[in-house]
């Protein structure tokens, strides 16, 4: 079982004929995924990979319907292409694209939400369901399933801790990246209420850092929700107060997100807190001999 996405979800690519948009359809390919159209105003016609370029999304939705949309659009038409996804009846919209201005990204989650859609981003490295279905840019080596889920709120963290689990023969159910920037459509607490009711999933690993109360507020669900072991690697310990780390989104304010504040919050909620990546698959694999 999986969660968001499985083998059957169909996928759309808008901005399919952009560098990126190409070598990441083509990697998305090699996994597996069902890629069934692409999107590139005024190159409809075209084939990449394989695939149909469509001029529009919702002429690519009348010849492919698909179920997902990955986005490799510059932030500045980065709205108005998720907005045509979502109004052509796109119900999993994945943002890959980083700083998208703020009102714009308001805007999106709102129309998102009017029509009962997921957004995954903005400034995402996508979601994968291990060996089933792949939505982004992650490297396709390190995602075998098993039976962890991750959640992460940093790419290339999560390639690490992903990549140790992988070495040590543990893989994953699904892994979804939330993004960095300041309004992102999932938070933790919507993706670990999915994996709390995937049976396939017998352990959580959620990789946060430094910045607002994301990891605050999911410690407190873990406490009052959750009956899966969890085990937290947090980003950020030495991080200066007031000074922006990478994400939009880690940074603290007026003393609220820090680090310490944390790694307290989810300890208290019996969250198993790693030191380093590399303690994680040993901190993992004792805790699924404890619940197998």
Do not use: W
Request: aromatic letters at 6%; one cysteine or more.
């Amino acid at each position: 079982m999986a969660i968001y996405i499985n083998q059957d979800t169909r996928v759309l690519v808008q901005g399919i004929t952009g560098r990126q948009g190409s070598f990441h359809t083509g990697q998305m390919l090699a996994y597996g995924t069902k890629v069934i159209g692409g999107v590139s105003p005024g190159k409809g016609g075209q084939v990449v990979e394989g695939i149909p370029v469509f001029d529009t999304a919702f002429e690519a939705m009348e010849k492919e319907p698909a179920d997902a949309s990955i986005l490799f659009i510059p932030a500045p038409y980065a709205k108005d292409a998720a907005l045509e996804a979502l109004d052509a009846g796109i119900r999993i919209l994945v943002l890959i694209t980083e700083h998208i201005p703020l009102h714009d990204a308001v805007e999106i989650m709102a129309c998102a939400e009017s029509r009962g859609a997921t957004v995954v981003g903005p400034n995402t490295f996508g979601l994968v369901s291990s060996g089933l279905c792949k939505i982004g840019i992650m490297p396709n080596r390190y995602f075998i399933p098993g039976p962890v889920g991750v959640v992460s709120r940093s790419g290339t963290l999560c390639y690490e801790i992903v990549g140790h689990l992988t070495e040590n023969r543990i893989g994953t159910t699904t892994v979804v990246g939330l993004g960095g920037d300041r309004v992102v459509g999932l938070h933790f607490i919507d993706v670990l209420k999915q994996f709390a009711k995937d049976d396939d999933t017998k352990a959580v690993m959620l990789v946060g850092e430094i910045g607002g109360s994301a990891e605050e507020e999911a410690a407190a669900f873990v406490s009052s929700s959750m009956r899966k072991p969890v085990v937290a690697y947090l980003a950020g310990r030495s991080a200066p107060p007031g000074k922006r780390m990478g994400h939009a989104g880690a940074i603290i304010e007026r003393g609220r997100g820090t680090f310490d504040s944390k790694v307290k919050a989810l300890q208290k909620a019996g969250v198993a807190v790693a030191e380093m990546p590399a303690e994680i698959p040993e901190m993992i694999g004792d805790l699924l001999s404890e619940s197998s």
